[in-house]
Every structure is written in C-alpha cells, then in structure tokens.
C-alpha cells in the first residue's frame, strides 16, 4: 500500500510533466510518457483487487503505516524453510510481501541495482525490513552477490574446460595404468575419518564455546558473515588433529543466526553438522570458575593454553560496532576473561585487534596442540601486520 501511494504520487507528477513539462522542464516528454505508461500499468486497481477512489488520503497513510510497520513474526523455526514461511504468512504480511514486489519491479524497470532472480529467501529477508532505504540497501548486496556467484561460475567453466583438455591430451600421449599398489583414498572416505574425530572429540575432547548471545547488536549482513565464519571454523576444526567439541550456547529457536547456518550449509542440514547448538547459557553448562571469555579488551593476557579451563569466543562481526560487548558481558556475569597476546609476538599495522571467529577457532586448535605462539599467530591475515617488523620475540 505505500508503495501504491508513492506510485499514485508519481503518476499525476509524471502526467502533469507529460501534459505542461512544468516539474521536470530538462525531461524529454517521450521520457515522461514511457514512465506514465509504466505507472498507469503499476497502479492498476486491478492489481491490489479494490478500487483507489474508495481510500481517502488519510485511510491510506493509514494503511501504509500498518503495512510498513508490521512485524515479521518470529514464530519461525531453524528447519523451516522460506517457502514454508511465505506460505504460512498473515495477511498484513502478505499486502507487504505484494508491495515488496512491486517495489522489485519498479526498480527493475528504472534499472537500479537489483538481482536478476529472486529466491524465497531473498523475499524472506526483504520482509524483515522496515524501511524501503534498507531493502533498496538489501537489493544492492544480493545483486553484489549474484555478480560474485556467476564471475565464480565462469571461472569454474573455464577450469574445467582446461582440465578436460589437458586430460584428453594426456590420455592420447599415455593412458594411466588400470592397477596400483596405492590405496585410492575417495572424498567419502576423508570425510568418514574426519566425522570419526569429531565424534570422539564430542565424547572425550575439550570445549569451545561459541557466543551466540549477540544477534540483537548485528545487521543483516554481519548475521550472513557470521554464520560463514562459523562453518569456516567447523571445516578448520574437523580436519585439525586434534578438533575441538564447539558448543553454540545462547542460540534462540527463531535465531537468524540459525537460519542463516541453515541457507548457507550445502552439503547436510544444520541438525547433522558434528558440533553442539543449545539454547542454554555456558553458565547452565560448566562452573563460573571454569570459564575465560577471550575478549580483545581484556587487561590481563593469555600468557599459555590451560587445558582445564573452557575458553569462550564471542559471535560477534564487530565491523560497524566497535563498542567492548564481550567485556562488558563477561563483567555482567562474573567470568574471568582475557585477551590473545598479540603486540608480544607482532608489531600490529592496520586495523583493530579484533580478530574472525575462524581466525580465532585456528588460533586455538594450534596453541592446544603446540603450545606455541608463533605457529597458532600463523592464521593472522598479512594485512594486519606491520612488514618492517613482524615479530618481536618470546614472552618467557
């Protein structure tokens, strides 16, 4: 309905245009017809199923009011699905689902940055946005990413379309033997090993937390990174020698989070991936006195591993909030918390201490294992570290 009235707005601005060129003098009034043509087709009472002259102005800001502000209801489950939750929307969300659309197709057809297809889960997260500056903002980063996606699938193609010919050749030259001595380790194979591991890794092996408490304080963008980041840290944990038992604690039913795990797991859903998500508190899981919130604006520094102890990572993208959540939360509840002894080891270049939660779980895994420094600060992006001076030497 807002977007009706906005439409209704422009077509009597465009037609006056058409008609004197007064509001637009430097348009061309071929311009103005086409663009009245489209808004006359757009704001077609037949299209929203009543008649326009039965609304006054005010029942219609009225109605664009309820419909920008409705809520999206969070009734919605990890396991369910965005077909499932367009399915079952209410009416008020479904009048803003058909405005949401006619917004796509304006702004295709003035040829602003917008995917080529939408999937559900596009419509899903254009729902849970209030304003239309957002989804016009929203619009951009899934047009970004369909970018990215077929610049990715074009190279994959010319991958393999090299591949194929290099084996054609070498199979003309020298066909490979039928019989080998070598054990043919299959990717079915691999991944089997490395479930074994994080199997016994659940039963007997030491925890990571995952902090995933911080959902309120995230935009939609850094929710999409953060679920990434994890299943980057799920990859890093089952093929290291000795994985962790990662446990996400504070993880709602209805967790974006959650969802957004979901969308971007390809292979298994959420519930089959060998780690632990509960929606109970570390707290309710292991004694305060057991406890170290790694944080980088600790005042004391993580000078060794302690086995006994049960480290905590906060799930947080920190890229346009930069306020100390993982100090202040770890104060509120009483648990010791410390940071990584990074200016012992590195002279530190640009950017903030705060590090990827990947970046983190690799740090961890390594200092676990080896207990040294230098080979867990290995996974610290370059681009962090001053070049004329990267290390400064041991703290003991």
Known sequence: MAVSCRALFLRVVFRQALVLQGPFPSLPKWGCGLLYSKLVTLTNPKRFGFSIRQYSNSAMEQQAAVVENAPLTNRVHVAESAEEILNSLSPEMEKKLKVIKLEYEVMQYMSESVPEKMT?????????????????????????????????????????????????SVEKEEKPPLNTIFLRLRKKTILRYHNSKLANAMLFGEPLVIDLGFEDTLQSRE?????????????????????????????????????????????????????????????????RDQLVYLTPNAPEVMRKYDHNKVYIVGGIVDKSNSKPLTLAKAKREGIAMVKLPLDHFHKWGKGTKSLTIDQMVNIMLDIQLTQDWYTAFQHIPNRKIAKENTAYGRMY
Request: proline share 4%; net charge positive.
């Open 120 to 168: 559900p889960t596009m419509w899903v997260k254009l729902l849970e946005c209030e304003t239309k500056s957002a989804r016009r903002r929203l619009h951009r980063y899934f047009r970004s990413c369909e970018k990215h996606d077929l610049a990715k699938e074009r190279k994959k193609a010319l991958k393999r379309e090299l591949r194929e010919k290099a084996l054609q």
């Open 223 to 287: 929710i999409i990174n953060l679920a990434e980041q994890i299943l980057y840290s799920h990859g890093s944990n089952k093929s290291h020698k000795e994985p962790f038992h990662l446990i996400m604690c504070n993880a709602k039913k209805a967790s974006k989070v959650l969802r957004a795990l979901q969308d971007h797991s390809m292979a298994l859903p959420i519930e089959d991936y060998m780690f632990t998500i509960t929606e109970k508190s570390y707290l309710d899981l292991y004694p």
